[in-house]
């Protein structure tokens, strides 16, 4: 007779838990937005040419290449009384600290024979500390909640603080600090960095005490011991699909998001295509309100059909509203675009942004969570409860996607004459220059967003998906469990 299947208990977190736990990557966030600027700071201040910096930044994944899988091999194997995440989360942001620090406050007083060589080095151990916060942010979601209508619940929160902290932080940037320190100067990078480094601090804190009795033996897998060695990720990176296809869509969707973001993005935009850079954190200021509240409806759909419905569909609106967009900045002079007065253009341009980053904040955050399913996922296949391999991919991606982001800006607007330094406020209009910042601001978005499309077709862990794999994981802890008593 077959044995009736129990009924699953989910290891379910509570509200405030998910809250604080998504600070972490709050926490990883507020360094990507300061190194956004990195440039301004290495070409203005520290005296490296603009081919040099994206050179930096886009070959030092090789870097990457080698540490990401070394982090997450350590991930998985650490079985401390202090946790397996919490170690990595704590050492990361001490890490991001005192390397962002050395990078801004000591390259340019370096002698310029090994200014370059200095740079390099320290971002690379900064790349380090990035990879163990961000990868604990991706992995530590398998301990949090296993509950699929819960699972979204940390896109809202990701999402809010995201809005937030982008919003704010480039209102801060473009209407306090750059006119306060008259620019990218050196005065600007301190203040910056003070704010950031505390800031970040407190976040990793409160995520830290969210997941403290979370991270915890009971919690890592299926209770199952199976021995995984290094060599073993191969394989599982190639028979695990989802995971295959998870990877092209974040991917993908990191290069939309910080290619529309690049602080020299926002300057060619707003400052030389509208003629008044202050735009840049006002607008999105005023969109706020309207973009979370189109979070809550997506997260709400998340829970009821489960993440890749959801993540789909943003998908597709997204595409819809950057095509109104693109439409709309072409039919209309972007200087007349202003709030003092506003005027019937900025009220259109306001609703379609809204919109647009409304649905853009669905689907960037929602893959986040998409990444504990994969590792539930390679649970339920081998047994292996491996997060921290799932974690450093994706802490790869992100990190891999954001480099090749600011070289492919990097080397295009050199090929059209910026070779020596970035456009700023004061930079003349020109027909190059116009199509350069619609390409990045639209254009690289649209390539990226079809990827995604296609590759969610062949990503098969639907709600009714996943429902299935934690009721066959729960069963299997049940066996095992009944199995131990019996010995």
């Given at each position: 007779?077959?044995?009736?299947?129990?009924?699953?208990?989910?290891?379910?977190?509570?509200?405030?838990?998910?809250?604080?736990?998504?600070?972490?990557?709050?926490?990883?966030?507020?360094?990507?937005?300061?190194?956004?600027?990195?440039?301004?700071?290495?070409?203005?201040?520290?005296?490296?040419?603009?081919v040099a910096v994206s050179s930096i930044l886009t070959f030092s994944r090789i870097w990457d290449g080698i540490t990401d899988p070394l982090i997450g091999f350590f991930i998985d194997k650490t079985r401390s009384k202090f946790g397996?995440?919490?170690?990595f989360m704590l050492c990361g942001n001490i890490?991001?600290?005192?390397?962002?620090?050395?990078?801004?406050?000591?390259?340019?007083?370096?002698?310029?024979?090994?200014?370059l060589v200095y740079f390099i080095v320290i971002y690379m151990v900064y790349i380090i500390g990035y990879t163990f916060q961000t990868a604990s942010t991706k992995a530590a979601q398998t301990v949090l909640t296993n509950d699929p209508k819960q699972r979204p619940m940390f896109t809202l929160f990701d999402a809010i603080y995201n809005t937030i902290m982008f919003v704010g932080g480039q209102v801060l940037i473009a209407s306090v600090l750059v006119p306060k320190h008259q620019g990218f100067t050196m005065g600007f990078f301190t203040e910056t960095f003070f704010i950031v480094m505390t800031a970040s601090g407190i976040f990793t804190i409160l995520a830290l005490i969210s997941i403290w009795k979370k991270d915890v033996e009971e919690n890592w897998g299926s209770g199952e011991v199976v021995r995984t060695r290094f060599r073993d990720y191969i394989p599982v990176i190639k028979k695990n699909r989802p995971l295959q296809m998870l990877i092209i869509s974040a991917s993908t969707d990191k290069l939309a998001a910080l290619t529309m973001r690049n602080s020299v993005v926002l300057v060619i935009i707003y400052g030389v295509m509208m003629g008044n850079y202050d735009l840049s954190g006002k607008l999105q200021l005023i969109t706020a309100i309207p973009t979370i509240l189109i979070t809550f409806w997506g997260i709400g759909y998340a829970k009821k059909l489960g993440i890749k419905k959801a993540y789909v569909i943003a998908t597709k609106l997204s595409l819809l509203f950057i095509a109104l967009l693109f439409v709309f900045m072409n039919a209309i002079d972007l200087t007349s675009i202003s709030l003092t007065p506003i005027n019937g253009q900025t009220v259109?341009?306001?609703?379609?942004?809204?919109?647009?980053?409304?649905?853009?904040?669905?689907?960037?955050?929602?893959?986040?969570?998409?990444?504990?399913?994969c590792a539930d996922y390679e649970v339920h296949q081998s047994g292996r409860f491996i997060p921290g391999m799932m974690g450093t991919i994706f802490s790869f991606v992100d990190k891999m996607v954001s480099s090749v982001s600011t070289a492919l800006i990097g080397f295009l607007l050199a090929s059209i004459g910026f070779k020596e330094a970035f456009p700023t406020v004061d930079t003349p209009r020109s027909p190059e220059l116009y199509g350069m910042g619609l390409f990045f601001f639209i254009g690289i978005p649209v390539i990226a967003w079809v990827a995604s499309l296609i590759a969610m077709k062949f990503y098969e862990l639907d709600g009714v998906k996943m429902n299935e794999i934690q009721q066959a994981i729960h069963d299997r802890k049940q066996k095992l469990e009944i199995e131990i008593e019996q010995v």
């Open positions: 007779m077959e044995q009736k299947k129990s009924e699953i208990v989910y290891n379910s977190a509570k509200t405030w838990q998910v809250g604080f736990f998504a600070l972490n990557n709050t926490a990883t966030n507020l360094y990507m937005f300061l190194f956004m600027f990195i440039a301004y700071y290495a070409t203005g201040v520290a005296g490296l040419l603009v397996k995440f919490r170690p890490i991001l600290a005192g390397t962002t620090a050395i990078i801004l406050f000591t390259t340019h007083l370096m002698p310029e024979s090994i200014r259109i341009f306001l609703i379609i942004w809204a919109l647009l980053a409304g649905v853009m904040n669905i689907g960037g955050n929602i893959v986040i969570p998409m990444i504990a399913d």
